[in-house]
């Protein structure tokens, strides 16, 4: 059983930077898909970008692309999310998660297919 612990979370000012950590209990086997979403108050939960352990491949929604990235210490057990330019509608609750995905179901980014979950880390983004 993986257990993943976020941390990074905080409140900033349109237009800051924030780094999100997600740490891994165990080490994360070359078969499994590692990801970021986000859920707003009152709204599904998301995907921000996936990264496939295997190939590297990262996927990112539209939102994401050229602000945030996600990135894997394989030493630590760790993934990142480095998010810029944050806007009002980033604020969301963010979560890590983790499952054995191949490349083709890891790219889709659907919350359901993961096994494994954090707790979240809140990041708020105001005016």
């Known amino acids: 059983q993986v257990q993943l612990v976020e941390s990074g979370g905080a409140s900033v000012q349109v237009g800051g930077s924030l780094t999100l950590s997600c740490e891994a209990s165990?080490?994360?086997?070359?078969?499994?898909?590692m990801g970021w979403f986000r859920q707003a108050l009152g709204k599904g939960r998301e995907a921000v970008a996936v990264?496939?352990?295997?190939?590297?491949?990262?996927f990112a929604n539209d939102s994401a692309k050229g602000r945030f990235t996600v990135s894997r210490d394989n030493a630590k057990n760790t993934l990142y999310l480095q998010m810029t330019k944050l806007r009002v509608d980033d604020t969301a609750m963010y979560y890590c998660?983790?499952?054995?995905?191949?490349?083709?179901?890891?790219?889709?980014?659907?919350?359901?297919?993961?096994?494994?979950w954090g707790q979240g880390t809140q990041v708020t983004v105001s005016a």
């Open positions: 998660a983790a499952g054995p995905l191949n490349q083709q179901w890891c790219s889709r980014g659907v919350a359901a297919e993961f096994s494994f």
């Open positions: 165990e080490y994360i086997k070359p078969n499994y898909c």
């Open positions: 990264l496939s352990v295997d190939s590297g491949a990262i």
